[in-house]
């Protein structure tokens, strides 16, 4: 897809430019980048662009405002229930930034991590508040001027004014409504995208309209010069002149073939027209305008663009976003300049360089034309001299031209001639085959300085080191630099020894003069001589490679072509340029570098001529910003204090608020705080640094940034970088571990003095102790036999009474079993049946407690219904109740439960006679049982005599067993009751009591339900 935008470009491109005379080639040179899908931005139909005051850019898109750090896009929350259509950004007067969305404007809160929207004007909320709006401007009272789609709003003073427009001025655009321009005497003005054009009339608080008609819509409005604007139409490009009263004095198309949608300059006269299906186009207005397409702008469609402080250029686009940049060289000299440059010279009337068979000139427009042609495609060097050219080639010839006629040939050898040099019209030298010749002009004739060489071929340059006398550059330690006496015709060796040049191979490439001062390009960098002393140029990472061409200009730096590409040194930068900034190759043929009398730097390249405007100011970019992580959060590391523990790694985050990043270079330094020294270091992980290793103490990281081209080192983003010991190895745990092992010691020894202390102390407290526990255990042993005697009074008691009444009631039958009649017979039966029943309860009672207490008697659950054995129960004692006139009542559900069945029916019988003990005649006893969540209730519930508190304390206890006869004196021991507790938890229940005296007791049984 965009292989077939891009050739719809480069179409429409060849349309719009076919029949314009003004095109020669592109002036100015950009270095492009793309931000699209590709590389990480969501949205690529973006609308508008905008950097802060940081230098953050910011995009509006369809899908929202984002912006981009780090080289990574940030979305920006937008406000619940807004509109994510983002149309275009406006400058405030005092730098703030006001956003356009579909449904609101907003102030944009810029900061590194997290920019935010501020909410400035709510709109679309009635006719009173903008539609839709779309632009924004703001004068020089201050004032916001708003225009939606139909209408222009005024802000002032936190309020809106409405101006109702005809409407005629309905825009059709989803980008442009009207364009706002300002007089120089402050008279707004303002035109609709249809074209109408309005004057502000302050004193009627109103709009005027200015013209009849409606000609061309408007896209884009510039303010050109005072009063003087461009616009760009759909009829062209057309100039607008107004004086001080806002009335039209001139107006004029400048060109009807470039629809500009955005105008943006980029120096004097000179702008950047972007359009909607022409691409970007570079126009010149000077006495005619000339237009070049921006070559290798990747879209055809320009939204709007922005110029940072940088001076860059951000084109937003219907494919995403492009980033240019001027590039420092520039290469524009059509064909003549497609190939390799063997030579060139500058002058006053303009710079000339050698082709293979021809020599062309460069005006100081930049246009080129053809000087010099030849039939020779062999040469190699140029020297011209006013109305003089000299051509030498690859076979050892020299041409003299005079006027363009041929003068001279000279043959000096049968090798390539490497280097002319003439400031005369009656001389010139020559080097070929490392010989130095010099050719007499006024008669052709030609000599050989073999011989004052000692017949060694060892030369290599040669400049006039004044008017007469010469510098020659050769070979060798010892033969690398030589004068020319012309006073005494002789060659002087001017060469000193040096270590570094000592056991290395060593030539000279060029020469550059500078005062006294020789600067000379060499296979081991850059050498300088004065006054009798040599000693070689420090240029960081390049000082020991070869230098193969040096110039300087006016503003003291020099310039010199290696291997790697062209360096400046001044005095406190390096810079490199290559491809990246314009050149059209790195590699520079020997001494093709020239500074010409306008400051133009020319450099001769294997792929044709290149130039720069080396008055160019560089400028510095930010320092860059560090990343790292504290407190588990990646965070901005400015101003703060990096803790590390010794042999912590340490991984730094670099970035730069500068763009395209990929031409960032990062340094890097790290160094005791109290050291002055800094040895810069390349960051060779692409954004990153590592540092590990680092001893106790306290550093310094210095970090900074270059962007490739013409800018300087930015400032020093400084971090203070605390490493400590571990913390077992400071100095303070060293000191708190020997005093712990001195209060060890201590300890120690206070436990030694104090162990037979305590041991005595211990053996006294046993002996006490144990002198207590036989106390307690003695009166334990006289309650338990108190309680015994108590408890085998009560039941001997018990026992004996029963056994009085059947010995009484048998002997009554024996002695007088004439006399009874048969009822008085029975009633004494039932009454021997009754106490003898008794008794026998009693004593099972008895037995069955003696087994618990040996352990003998065990639980046996079993799953059961609960309702069979109450109602069994109760039918029983319902016979028993009848003698005492007593009713028993009771209603059961089916309850299951898990229990011993035998224990549960003591327990209820128990109880049941227990309540039929202690009821009154004619008294009603409640039996009830109830599922809870994981217990069956068992509620037995008399009327009877009741319990004060402190009997129902002493109901369970074995020592507080008494007997209590019932309301018919029917007799009892309490024994019953605590069998029945010690049943119900021994199959995990439990046992409650609540009673009241004379009004009757309430006994509660629980127990488990089957699960």
Not at 3 to 23: P, Q
Not at 83 to 109: E, G, P, R, T
Not at 234 to 257: I, R
Not at 531 to 551: C, H, P, Q, Y
């Amino acid at each position: 897809m965009k292989i077939v935008t891009r050739w719809i470009l480069v179409v429409s491109l060849l349309l719009l430019f076919s029949a314009k005379e003004s095109l020669v080639a592109q002036r100015t040179v950009f270095s492009m980048s793309e931000y699209n899908k590709e590389n990480g931005l969501p949205e690529e139909l973006v609308k508008d662009i905008i950097t802060d005051r940081q230098g953050i850019p910011h995009f509006a898109t369809d899908n929202g405002l984002y912006a981009l750090t780090h080289n990574e896009f940030h979305k920006i929350t937008i406000p619940e229930g807004k509109s994510s259509y983002f149309k275009a950004f406006f400058s405030l007067n005092d730098q703030s930034i006001l956003v356009v969305s579909d449904d609101a404007i907003y102030k944009l809160i810029p900061d590194i991590e997290d920019s935010r929207l501020e909410l400035f004007i709510e709109c679309n909320q009635g006719a009173e508040t903008p539609q839709y709006p779309k632009n924004i401007y703001q004068d020089s009272r201050n004032r916001i001027w708003i225009a939606d789609h139909s209408n222009i709003f005024l802000y002032t003073d936190g309020g809106l004014k409405k101006f109702v427009m005809d409407e005629k001025n309905k825009s059709s655009s989803y980008l442009r409504s009207y364009q706002f321009m300002e007089l120089d005497q402050g008279q707004m003005m303002a035109v609709s995208q249809k074209g109408w054009f309005y004057r502000f009339n302050e004193d009627l608080n109103a709009f005027e309209e200015m013209n009849d008609e409606a000609e061309f819509l408007v896209h884009s409005l510039f303010l050109y010069k005072s009063n003087e604007f461009i616009l760009g139409t759909s009829k062209g490009l057309m100039n607008y002149k107004y004086d001080s009263e806002g009335d039209l004095v001139e107006k004029k198309v400048l060109d009807s073939y470039i629809i500009g949608s955005c105008i943006i300059p980029i120096k004097e006269d000179c702008f950047l027209v972007g359009t909607w299906f022409q691409g970007l186009v570079e126009i010149s207005l000077g006495s005619k305008l000339k237009a070049y397409p921006v070559g290798g702008f990747p879209s055809f469609s320009v939204n709007n663009m922005h110029r940072d402080r940088f001076g860059c250029v951000w084109a937003a686009t219907n494919s995403g976003i492009v980033h240019l940049e001027k590039e420092f060289f520039s290469t524009q000299l059509l064909n003549q300049n497609a190939g390799w440059v063997k030579d060139f010279v500058t002058g006053d009337d303009g710079v000339y360089f050698l082709n293979p068979q021809s020599v062309c000139r460069i005006h100081s427009d930049y246009n080129v034309d053809t000087y010099l042609e030849f039939d020779a495609r062999n040469s190699t060097k140029l020297g011209i001299w006013n109305n003089l050219v000299l051509v030498g080639n690859s076979e050892g010839e020299v041409r003299c031209y005079k006027k363009n006629k041929l003068l001279y040939r000279f043959k000096v050898s049968d090798d390539d001639v490497t280097d002319i040099a003439i400031n005369s019209s009656s001389e010139a030298w020559v080097i070929s085959n490392s010989e130095l010749f010099r050719l007499d002009l006024s008669d052709g004739s030609q000599r050989s300085y073999l011989k004052q060489f000692g017949g060694e071929r060892l030369v290599r340059d040669v400049e006039y080191l004044n008017k007469n006398d010469l510098v020659i550059s050769g070979a060798n330690q010892n033969s690398y630099l030589y004068f020319y006496d012309r006073f005494q015709d002789s060659i002087i060796n001017a060469s000193v020894e040096t270590d570094f040049l000592k056991g290395k191979d060593f030539w000279t490439r060029d020469i550059e003069l500078d005062g006294d001062s020789i600067f000379t390009g060499t296979s081991l960098g850059l050498i300088k001589y004065f006054n009798g002393a040599v000693e070689r140029i420090d240029l960081g990472d390049f000082t020991e490679k070869e230098v193969n061409s040096i110039t300087k200009d006016k503003q003291n730096n020099l310039w010199l072509s290696q291997s790697n590409g062209v360096i400046r040194k001044s005095a406190d930068d390096i810079t490199l340029f290559t491809n990246k900034d314009g050149l059209p190759s790195k590699t520079v043929h020997i001494g093709n570098m020239r500074v010409d009398t306008r400051g133009v730097l020319w450099v001769g390249t294997s792929n044709g001529l290149a130039y720069a405007d080396v008055k160019q100011k560089p400028r510095q970019i930010p320092k860059p910003l560090l990343y790292g992580v504290l407190d588990e959060k990646h965070v901005l590391l400015s101003d703060r204090v990096y803790d590390v523990i010794k042999n912590t790694t340490i991984i730094i985050n670099v970035s730069s608020l500068f763009y395209p990043q990929k031409k960032n270079q990062f340094e890097y330094c790290i160094c005791p705080e109290i050291s002055n020294e800094t040895q810069w270091l390349p960051l060779i992980t692409e954004n990153q640094i590592i540092i590990s290793d680092l001893k106790v103490g306290d550093y310094q990281l210095k970090i900074r940034t270059k962007h490739s081209g013409n800018y300087y080192w930015s400032e020093v983003a400084h971090l203070s970088i605390q490493v400590n010991q571990v913390w077992y190895l400071r100095w303070y745990s060293v000191v708190l571990f020997i005093l712990f092992l001195l209060a060890i010691v201590y300890l120690t020894y206070l436990t030694s003095k104090n162990r037979a202390y305590k041991r005595m102390l211990n053996l006294k407290r046993m002996i006490d102790e144990k002198t207590k526990d036989l106390k307690d255990v003695n009166q334990e042993l006289e309650s338990a036999n108190l309680a015994k005697d108590k408890f085998i009074s009560i039941i001997a008691h018990d026992l004996r009474n029963p056994f009085n009444a059947i010995r009484g009631f048998s002997q009554m039958l024996l002695d007088h079993t004439s006399v009874l009649d048969a009822e008085e017979k029975d009633e004494i039966i039932e009454m021997i049946y009754k106490s003898s029943d008794d008794t026998f309860k009693l004593l099972e009672n008895l037995l069955d407690w003696a087994n618990l207490q040996k352990g003998n008697l065990k639980a046996t659950p079993e799953s059961f219904n609960l309702r069979d054995l109450m109602q069994r129960n109760l039918d029983v004692h319902k016979k028993l109740s009848a003698i005492k006139k007593i009713n028993i009542e009771g209603h059961f559900p089916n309850v299951i439960v898990f229990a011993d069945h035998c224990m549960i029916d003591t327990v209820i019988r128990n109880l049941l006679s227990n309540a039929i003990k202690f009821s009154y005649p004619e008294d009603v006893i409640k039996l009830e049982i109830e599922e809870l969540d994981d217990m069956a209730l068992i509620r037995i519930k008399d009327h009877g005599v009741g319990m004060s508190p402190e009997k129902i304390d002493q109901l369970f206890r074995i020592d507080a067993i008494s007997s209590t006869n019932g309301t018919s004196d029917e007799t009892g021991s309490g024994f019953g009751l605590m069998l029945s507790k010690e049943f119900v938890e021994l199959n995990g229940g439990r046992i409650e009591v609540r009673s009241e005296k004379d009004k009757g007791t309430v006994f509660s049984v629980y127990i488990p339900l089957d699960k």
